[in-house]
């Protein structure tokens, strides 16, 4: 195995292959080199990241190495090229004033994941972007409830929920069968280098994403998602909150320095005069904040957690957002052209 | 024939509310005018051309006492809050009803209930069960988790509960409900604060109270998530399952083993503070969730039967380790210690066993040693906050 390519190139796919850019101490990097490329891949958390980019010189193989002696190495260097080989059990990156061998891991050992190849359908750039708008409503990874750990994609809606909150947006030309891709894989989607042209290749229990060099293969969350129509209260209002929602944004960032002590990360919103909300939160051992923004309520007041209500209206658009209080023993409910945002208030 | 006193002077759109009795058609009910006003009714003499009711007017207190069999009938009607006693006559052909009103001294003897003559218990428990919604209705109207625990207090008279055997129980169910949260969330900890999302999951409220034994409704603080699942649901889901498991000593083992040590010592201290209150508790859960809720009765029996289960497969809540560390301070006048683990870096202090240290005994302080100590964990608060207590066991001078 024997290639010659840009170091730059090679720096740029080592961090679009790992979370946050940076491989962990006991992270596994594959390193295929094809007839006029390298593909390097990444397999962690069920998801198989492959990188593939440009290399002349090539001699066809693979290894498997360690990825932090790679990632290290590469990095700290100031060459324009980067040349690879594999001599016996080393494998060996140099840049012409020095190198670096390193023993190779067994090949037999790597997972046998591979991407989906055949027929794609086309996520276009607004679709994908619309997966980064509800990922805030995704569960935790510490959540015990694996279907709430994704975003539900399908029958015409993107949609995620931690059953506390919830995010929806309209999609109209997805297909019916609805799919739950893992929040992690969405995390790499949303970093695909060119995002108008996302293929997505799907088969039962699993889903390849690609864009560019970049692609992405994930097993699917298995398990029949909730009904989250029924979620949403019917009927007329019966109490508003409503605001600039830039100014309730910026009024929700600048609560921080209490908000993050206060119990349960509380906010309470009441209102100021007529044509002001105040909105105040208080941590017991460290004092209290209040924030005033324009805004109306029809409420004397309520309360809801800072970051799913700052969450929830970061990820709108619309000028003005307003909260639909319809029955005061269930979500409130806030519309916008194509997106539907529900939040469950913190009983005072 | 039961014929209301509709449109007379005793009001108008009466609603029957409840039969207490009945023999051939009602006998003893309760009904209400439209202006709110309750009336205890009695049939006392029925023929052919005639039934005659009497009808005494009476507070919602005064429901309550004669519900729970804490008034007899016959004072209700012998001490009338308002003085008098109506007689209504209603013929059983044409309809009509005529009213005349008595003072009490003027009812013949022979129409009042006999002395002493309550409703029976039985019935009471009806009349709870008929006049309280279900418990999973009302969870469900809530969109709350909902509790309700009828205790029934030796010898104390009913509806009332001594304040300190209750509250110990409320703290008790509070702070297993917080447990069991803090164990279906996966992080399940021996001791140690719970975090605030399981405090604020598994905070119960007391919504009323009601009549009958002394009976507590408590609702979940904050109401279920968007698909009626809640922390609280969780939590309640396995607290009904230690009560449906009862004394067989396997079940519980195994719910211990699942929910972890905290749960179980949570739980102990719950059936505990029933037992030392000698309180046999009804226990209803409605839950939002469909399919979830329990209804569990233990009598005192049953509560002595699971806490000797519990103590056979329980975790202990004593443990005993060893420390290596620099002796800081030790006072054995006022049995006081404190030591410097090396390993973990951490101080630790606590009481002197008196049966094991002497006052003439003579440490070393800074000098380093192997310590014995005894950890207790002591349930205690509301806060979430768990008490441990170490007793030094023993000291060895380290060379």
């Given at each position: 195995m024997r290639a010659l390519s840009s170091r730059s190139e090679f720096v740029v796919a080592l961090r679009s292959i790992y979370l946050d850019g940076e491989a962990s101490v006991t992270s596994r990097l594959r390193i295929d080199v094809q007839t006029d490329g390298i593909t390097l891949s990444a397999f962690e958390k069920e998801l198989l990241r492959t990188c593939t980019f440009p290399a002349r010189d090539t001699e066809l193989g693979s290894v498997v190495v360690p990825s932090r002696a790679v990632t290290e190495y590469v990095r700290n260097e100031d060459s324009q090229d980067l040349l690879l080989a594999e001599t016996d059990l080393e494998f060996e990156l140099s840049t012409g004033r020095s190198r670096i061998a390193l023993r190779t891991l067994s090949?037999?050992?790597?997972?046998a994941v591979t991407h989906l190849s055949g027929s794609a359908s086309f996520w276009d750039e607004t679709t994908v972007r619309n997966l980064g708008r509800v990922m805030h409503a995704v569960a935790p990874?510490?959540?015990?409830?694996?279907?709430?750990?994704g975003v539900a994609v399908g029958n015409g809606w993107i949609v995620a929920t931690d059953s506390q909150r919830l995010a929806a947006v309209e999609a109209?030309?997805?297909?019916?069968e609805v799919i739950i891709v893992p929040r992690l894989a969405i995390r790499f989607v949303l970093g695909?280098?060119?995002?108008?042209?996302c293929e997505a290749r799907l088969a039962p229990g699993k889903a390849t994403f690609s864009a560019g060099r970049l692609a992405v293969t994930t097993s699917l969350i298995q398990g029949v998602y909730p009904n989250?129509?029924?979620a949403i209260p019917e009927g007329e209002e019966t109490g508003y909150v409503e605001a600039k929602r830039e100014e309730l944004v910026i009024a929700l960032r600048r609560l921080g320095p209490i908000g993050a002590y206060a119990k349960n990360k509380l906010v309470r919103i009441q209102p100021k005069g007529t044509e002001q909300l105040l909105l105040t939160s208080r941590a017991p051992d460290l004092g209290y904040q209040e924030e005033s923004i324009s805004g109306q309520t029809s409420l004397k007041e309520i309360g809801f957690r800072i970051p799913s209500l700052r969450e929830l209206a970061e990820n709108m658009e619309s000028e003005i957002i307003r909260l639909h209080v319809?029955?005061?023993?269930r979500a409130v409910v806030t519309r916008e052209e194509r997106f539907v945002g529900l939040v469950m208030p913190i009983r005072l | 024939m039961l014929v209301l006193p509709d449109g007379t002077q005793l009001g108008?759109?009466?609603?029957?509310?409840?039969?207490?009795e009945s023999y051939d058609g009602p006998r003893l009910i309760l009904c209400q005018n439209t202006a709110g006003q309750l009336f205890l009714g009695l049939s006392v003499e029925e023929t052919h051309e005639e039934h005659v009711w009497l009808y005494v007017a009476i507070s919602e207190e005064r429901r309550r006492q004669i519900e729970n069999g804490a008034m007899d009938l016959r004072t209700v009607f012998v001490t009338p809050e308002d003085t008098f006693v109506y007689e209504v006559r209603s013929a059983t052909t044409a309809g009509e009803i005529s009213i005349s009103l008595h003072r009490p001294?003027?009812?013949?003897d022979v129409h009042l209930p006999v002395?002493?003559?309550?409703?029976p218990q039985l019935l009471v428990a009806q009349i709870l069960e008929e006049s309280l919604d279900t418990v999973a209705r009302v969870a469900t109207q809530r969109r709350r988790e909902t509790v309700r625990l009828a205790l029934r207090f030796p010898d104390?008279?009913?509806?009332?509960?001594?304040s300190r055997s209750l509250g110990q129980i409320l703290s008790a169910l509070q702070e297993l409900v917080a447990a069991a949260a803090q164990a279906v969330m996966g992080?399940?900890?021996?001791?140690?604060r719970l975090s605030p999302e399981v405090l604020l999951g598994s905070e119960l409220r007391v919504v009323k109270t009601y009549a009958g034994s002394f009976g507590i409704e408590l609702s979940a603080a904050q109401l279920a998530g968007l698909?009626?699942?809640?922390l609280a649901s969780d939590a309640l889901d396995a607290v009904a399952r230690l009560l449906v498991a009862g004394s067989d000593a396997d079940s519980l083992s195994s719910l211990f083993e699942e929910l972890k040590p905290r749960v179980a010592a949570k739980y102990r201290y719950l059936i505990d503070s029933l037992f030392d209150a000698q309180a046999a508790v009804h226990f209803e859960w409605g839950s939002v969730v469909d399919g979830r809720g329990t209804v569990r009765d233990l009598s005192i029996d049953e509560l002595r039967l699971i806490g000797t289960a519990i103590s056979e497969v329980g975790p202990p809540l004593d443990t005993t380790y060893e420390v290596v560390g620099q002796l800081v301070a030790l006072n054995s006048r006022t049995g006081y210690f404190e030591l410097e683990d090396?390993?973990?870096r951490r101080r630790i202090s606590g009481r002197l066993d008196p049966s094991r240290f002497q006052e003439d005994q003579e440490y070393v302080v800074n000098a380093v040693y192997r310590a014995l100590v005894r950890e207790t964990v002591e349930v205690a608060g509301l806060t979430g906050e768990e008490k441990i207590s170490r007793t030094l066991l023993s000291l060895e001078l380290q060379n």
């Open positions: 090949l037999i050992d790597w997972p990874d510490t959540d015990s409830r694996e279907i709430f750990k109209g030309h997805l297909p019916d695909l280098s060119d995002l108008s042209s989250w129509r029924e319809i029955d005061p023993n | 108008k759109e009466f609603r029957l509310l409840d039969v207490y001294d003027e009812l013949q002395a002493d003559e309550r409703l104390v008279p009913s509806p009332e509960a001594p992080e399940a900890t021996v001791r140690g698909f009626g699942d809640s090396r390993t973990e």
